[in-house]
């Protein structure tokens, strides 16, 4: 019998990134790469990440939470899922403010309807943070290009760990980007060890800026909240912006501000039940022959 076999899940999503909500606080098991990649097929519950919740560790939180894409690899950070979760524990306690851990630490949200404040914690721009290869001096622009040697389409991303690892291009127009051209060797290049989702982001103003993201272990998504955030620091590092922007994403928007106070990222933004289910042996890839 497949380990996830009877589970119920219920499918949200944030700004479009598709989420699926395992609550396995009852009776915890792993979710196997290969039942995760089983329910993401097409006609299953297409998914961009599972948030599955495992029983708390500390005192005052309502789960633990382990991020895995729909490509069976896990993550320290899904900012769209952590509004899905937050949603889905208001809906079933009435409770306004959810703690949540992760392998990355606490994420403390607040809920108001469906829109959702995730505290994101701190960004960190050392390189063996995000983590890098090699030593590098400034991450605010490390040397990597994509594209032609002699006339790179990308070049000079900003890098950032938010809890997972992120990689910005600067350009003039998202739109004239085929991201999904680059995104594949970008995400594998050997310059990021744990491989990393990788952005073009597109300065609007001081306080707005567009983004599209390819992320690890997925690929093209309509919206990426830990995306928006890493971006949100990277452009205040680069003095692009202040440190509250609107980032618009092609599923909408999302409103990042780093708090001067503490260097925690606030990311706001809303999140969305569709509808749920229970899995069977047929949406775990076993068959019956
Ligand atoms: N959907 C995301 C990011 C999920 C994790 C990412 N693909 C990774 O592997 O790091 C978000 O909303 O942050």
Redesign the pocket.
Known sequence: MATLENRPFVKMN?LG?EIVVLDLRDAPVAVPPEEARAIARPGVVPF??IMALYPPTSEGTSAFVR?I?SDG?E???????TRCIALYEAGRTGADHLVFESIAGRLDCRVTGTMVTADMGVPRFGWHDIPLAGPVDDTRAIELQAGPHEAPVLRGPSVVNVG??HAIFWVEDIDAVDLAQYGPELEHHPIFPERA?ISVAQLVGPDHIRLKVW????GL?R?????ACATAVAAARNGLTGRRVTITLPGGDLVIDWRASDDHMLMTGPAEVEFDGRLDAAMLGETTA
Do not use: F, K, Y
């Open positions: 944030g990134n961009d990440q991020i894409n690899s993550s320290g950070a899904c900012g769209n899922g997972n690892p989702n992320e690890r272990g997925v998504t919206a990426c909240g830990s995306g």
